[in-house]
């Protein structure tokens, strides 16, 4: 039986949507390869009660809707208008806590824990725990202290190995609560005399949660010492010209930094990551570390009015957002150490096309974005290859379909030369499938099935754009649109172009990869060869 798809939610009008977070997916529903310990913890996957009915129901009628939240932003945006954000100053800072806590109804527990939530989502956002998970919580006797308390549990449960150094404890209920909670978790706490001097021996990320805005003075004991760890250990990394190890992580106020002025003396902490919360404070102004994040989701629309603030808007369901400039990347020094449980010839389907349907349907379970998007490469009779993204729209026992203009550059090149090469990427699952094979188009029958399928837009879409084509400008496109629209707003049948239609591509070789630790990846190739008379599949381990 072919294995048809329809993925109308995955139209233009849905590619805005960015940044999803996915927290985690029960086995039962995945192939026994699936399921790699990604680098990014805030990528894995998840599918609640209601999202598993959900998911049964896409396997039995192969339709999925995106449902991903009703304001998705780039973080493009907010680095583009990172300018123009709300500064508070420490008076500010005060009076909003007491309107959150006063005639907004909000207690202390909740801003704490949702503070907390924050510094952590942050904090996965960019120091995977992979190559980050020794955490040391660093733990004040005030709010900030208990917001440390609070990310140190969420770095727990999302795969980080936390410790907790917390030396001047609170003696009231909200924060006894805090440590229970982590000490039911078996998470260590370490007192200062416990910590070495050196602190880069034993943790890969420290979070200052010492002091808020409403620290006045000067340290005192034990903080003061620990802080001075702190800023020695960024002037040794410096002075060994090595990457500094570990990272800090200050909430909201690096601690021992003026709120307003910031660090007044340079020779204070310099964190690599502030989480300023509900409102960047004035000192983030004199932040230079790379990471700069904005948490604390929760502020009325009354405080947003009555402070004049502009703040830049969350993406997806995260409780972060990234805000000032972009930091430096060096390209050559990006790379990720893959995780994922080996994948063997004993695993593997004996027909490639079997195969990739079972990954297909990880894919799915997994709620990754597009995932029947595939590069299409192509090329002329003179060799010269050309790539391009195309949607996946069928497979069966004959092949991979996708739909297209005849007249475009990729249909001219298949004309010339009818083979091709075909290649998903499944990042979050460190996966991929790489295939080959000779092209052909589909019955004309099928080309004008899947037509009508389509929404009426993109029905008046592929009249519309003579693909590949120079055009003077994109009025001409939205011209047309509306001259047709307005032709078949009666509702009836919109006739498929003669020169729109669908391309199924037979596979002859088809790869599927998934990444493993230090570039030793597993490969296994499937290729058609002739036993008796009969083509069969036949099975090898490349090198990777």
Not at 46 to 59: A, I, V
Not at 462 to 472: E, F, H, L, M, R
């Amino acid at each position: 039986m072919p294995y048809l798809l329809n993925f109308t939610s995955f139209s233009n009008t849905t590619t805005t949507n960015t940044n999803f977070l996915f927290p985690t997916l029960p086995l039962s529903n995945l192939s026994p390869s699936f399921l790699p310990t990604h680098p990014s913890s805030h990528l894995s996957v998840f599918l609640s009660s209601s999202s598993r009915s959900s998911t049964l129901g896409f396997f039995s009628s192969w339709k999925l809707s995106s449902g991903m939240g009703d304001r998705a932003v780039s973080s493009l945006d907010n680095l583009q208008m990172s300018d123009k954000i709300s500064y508070l100053t420490q008076k500010e800072a005060a009076e909003i806590d007491e309107i959150l806590m006063g005639p907004l109804g909000f207690s202390v527990d909740q801003l704490m824990e949702l503070a907390g939530l924050s510094v952590a989502a942050s904090i996965a956002e960019v120091y995977r725990s992979n190559d980050y998970g020794r955490v040391l919580a660093i733990c004040g006797p005030g709010n900030n202290g208990g917001d440390g308390l609070v990310a140190a549990r969420h770095l727990y449960h999302f795969g980080y190995k936390p410790f907790v150094c917390y030396p001047k404890r609170t003696p009231k209920p909200l924060y006894a609560g805090l440590v229970t909670q982590l000490e039911s978790l078996e998470i260590p706490f370490l007192s200062v005399e416990d910590l070495s001097q050196d602190l880069s021996k034993d943790f890969d990320i420290i979070i200052d949660a010492m002091f808020g805005f409403s620290f006045h003075g000067k340290p005192r004991p034990p903080f003061d010492d620990v802080i001075q760890r702190l800023v020695s250990l960024h002037s040794h990394a410096q002075a060994q010209s090595r990457r500094i190890s570990p990272v800090i992580v200050s909430v909201d106020i690096p601690s021992g930094w003026h709120v307003e002025e910031g660090d007044l003396d340079g020779q204070r902490i310099k964190p690599d990551m502030l989480v300023s919360l509900t409102a960047p404070k004035l000192c983030a102004k004199k932040f230079c570390g790379p990471h700069h994040f904005l948490g604390g989701r929760f502020v009325p629309l009354s405080i947003v009015k009555k402070y004049k603030l502009n703040l830049p808007p969350y993406p997806g369901t995260s409780m972060c957002v990234r805000i000032g400039k972009p930091p430096s990347v060096d390209i050559s020094a990006l790379r990720e150490n893959y995780l994922s449980p080996e994948f063997l010839e004993d695993q593997v389907l004996a027909d490639p096309i079997d195969q990739f349907r079972r990954w297909f349907d990880d894919v799915v379970a997994a709620g990754l974005r597009e995932p029947n998007a595939m590069a299409l490469s192509t090329a002329d009779k003179g060799g010269k290859v050309s790539s391009r993204m195309v949607l996946l729209k069928g497979v069966d026992e004959h092949g991979f379909v996708w739909y297209t203009n005849y007249e475009s550059q990729k249909a001219h090149e298949l004309s010339e030369n009818p083979r091709a090469s075909l290649l998903f990427y499944w990042n979050e699952l460190n996966r991929q499938v790489r295939i080959e094979g000779t092209v052909q188009k589909v019955s004309d029958e099928e080309s004008e099935q899947y037509f009508h399928s389509r929404p009426r837009g993109s029905q008046i879409g592929a009249i519309v754009s003579k693909q590949s084509t120079v055009i003077p400008g994109r009025h001409v496109l939205h011209e047309e649109y509306k001259a047709l629209e307005a032709k078949f707003s009666d509702g009836k049948l919109i006739p498929k172009p003669e020169h729109w239609g669908g391309y199924r591509l037979k596979p002859t070789v088809v790869e599927f990869w998934q990444g493993q630790q230090s570039r030793l990846h597993d490969r296994l190739q499937y290729s058609l060869i002739e036993i008796e008379g009969k083509q069969a599949w036949h099975i090898v381990r490349l090198a990777p």
